[in-house]
Every structure is written in structure tokens, then in C-alpha cells.
């Protein structure tokens, strides 16, 4: 085997203020959002029309509450229930970590139904061109993930000559497995995504374009995990499977039935919305 690189040791806090400490993770975040929001102005402008542009800013508020308490509650309930049950005041020790994108994504979707519902807006249409830009959070938050050297992947059984040893967990060279997930779930989805939502046709089936990133989601996410170490608490389910790939299971069945039920339906010729 050539000779594996050394994880760097990256300080997760990106600067400190006094007492305010900003983290990586959590300049990820922000910076997700300020790039993702002009483009998302824009795609729901894109024949036919699903909102304004004011209606995406407005959407920003549920969005972050989305992803934040859907991120966490998701992290209590999927990898650690019993440990939060017995230890409840630590849910809220979100500078410890632990989110998980399942629950974030369940966040969003509640958040994107009581929006479009209190807005008369089409729920589909509109999931249709926000999902578009969420791969940029993913491919930034897993960037993060990198540098706080956590999420680490498996042992390398053979040569690759990108192999990595994480000093925290051993001296075994490891798959980098978060620059794995930043590649696939965030840059190649993305292009994906912009792809398909170039496409007149496809905008007009209100549904394919959500189902096309749960779908592409959940095929990167278990793909990767393939690469990556399973929790500790949880190790490997039945048939060997991780807890990630599980949950992509009815991603992935949700995004198939979406795309099908798009094509089920006639083709919209005029806006969702009315200038």
C-alpha cells in the first residue's frame, strides 16, 4: 500500500469573538443558504411560474427551523433513542453534534406544506424548485463534516492512494468517506438537478423534480455508505446494512412514486401563480 495521508487535525472553530465561537459546521450552513437563495429566487421565476421571488425570502425563516429541529430530532430518534430518553436535557446540546440529513429532510417537507399551505401556493410545484439547490448545503455541510474529522469511512482494504488515517479513531488508513458523500450527494446531484430543471418538460410534471432528488439522494447516500464507518452505538443492521442506507430505502420509494405520478398527470401549460 502507498503511503496514507494524515487527517490534518483541523480546528472545528472556524474564529472566536469573546464568547461567541463559530463553528465550520455552522458557517456551512450560512453559507449554503446565502448561495442557495438568489438561485432558488430564480428557479421558481422559470416557465411555468411557482412563486415570487418575495415568497422564497419569506421561505428562508421555515426553511433554517426546518432543517435545524428536523435535523436534530431526526439524529434523537433514528441513531440515539435510548441515550436521549435517558438523558432528555441533552437533546438540546446541539454544540456536541448530531443531525442527521433523513430528519432534516422530514423538516423541510413539513415546512414546505405549512408554507405553500398558508400561501396558496402548489406544494409540489414549488418543493420542486427549492430541492433543486439543496444539494449545495449537502456538499458544503459534508465539506464540514471533513474538517471537524468526523463521519470517518472504513478501513481501506486495498491500495488507494487517497486513503486517510483519522488519529481519533486509529491507525488504520480509512476511506475519506465525507469528501465521498460531498462529491456525490452535493456536486453530482446538483448538476443533476440543474439538469432535469433546465428542461421545460420536466418542470411542467409538478412532482418530478422532487421525486428525482429523493430518488438521486437516496441511491448517492447508500452508495456511500458503503465507504463509511457506522455509528458506534449502532453498527451494522441485519444483512449488514447501516441505519443510512435503511432510511434511503423509502426515499428512495417515495421518489420513484413521485416521478411516476408526475408522468400520470397532464402536463401544465400556464403559471401556478398569477402575476
Not at 459546521?25 to 438561485?39: R, S, V
Not at 435510548?82 to 443531525?99: D, R, V
Not at 478501513?155 to 456525490?184: D, K, N, Q
Not at 405520478?261 to 401556478?272: L, V, Y
Request: hydrophobic content about 55%.
Amino acid at each position: 500500500m502507498t503511503h496514507p495521508l494524515i487527517f490534518p487535525g483541523l480546528d472545528p472553530v472556524a474564529f472566536q469573538i469573546g464568547p461567541l465561537v463559530v463553528r465550520w459546521y455552522a458557517l456551512a450552513y450560512i453559507l449554503a443558504f446565502i448561495i442557495a437563495l438568489p438561485l432558488a429566487r430564480r428557479l421558481v421565476q422559470l416557465g411555468p411560474k411557482v412563486a415570487t421571488k418575495v415568497a422564497v425570502d419569506d421561505f428562508l425563516a421555515y426553511a433554517v427551523l426546518g432543517v435545524l429541529l428536523g435535523g436534530r430530532l431526526g439524529y434523537v430518534l433514528f441513531y440515539r433513542p435510548l441515550f436521549f430518553l435517558s438523558h432528555p436535557l441533552e437533546i438540546f446540546a446541539t454544540w456536541k453534534g448530531g443531525m442527521s440529513f433523513h430528519g432534516g429532510a422530514a423538516g423541510v417537507i413539513i415546512a414546505l406544506a405549512l408554507f405553500t399551505w398558508r400561501r396558496g401556493l402548489n406544494f409540489l410545484a414549488f418543493a420542486d424548485r427549492i430541492v433543486v439547490v439543496v444539494p449545495i448545503g449537502l456538499a458544503l455541510g459534508r465539506c464540514a463534516n471533513f474538517i471537524n474529522g468526523e463521519l470517518w469511512g472504513r478501513p481501506v482494504a486495498s491500495a488507494v492512494p487517497w486513503a486517510m488515517i483519522f488519529p481519533a479513531v486509529g491507525p488504520e488508513p480509512r476511506h475519506p468517506s465525507e469528501l465521498y458523500e460531498a462529491l456525490t450527494e452535493g456536486v453530482l446531484l446538483l448538476v443533476v438537478m440543474l439538469l432535469a430543471v433546465s428542461r421545460p418538460a420536466l418542470r411542467a410534471r409538478a412532482g418530478f423534480l422532487s421525486g428525482l432528488f429523493l430518488f438521486g439522494y437516496a441511491c448517492a447516500r447508500a452508495f456511500c455508505e458503503l465507504f463509511r464507518q457506522p455509528d458506534d452505538n449502532i453498527g451494522f443492521l441485519a444483512g449488514g446494512i447501516t441505519m443510512g442506507q435503511l432510511l434511503c430505502l423509502p426515499m428512495a420509494l417515495a421518489g420513484i412514486g413521485l416521478m411516476a405520478h408526475a408522468f400520470s398527470r397532464p402536463a401544465r401549460q400556464t403559471d401556478w401563480i398569477a402575476e
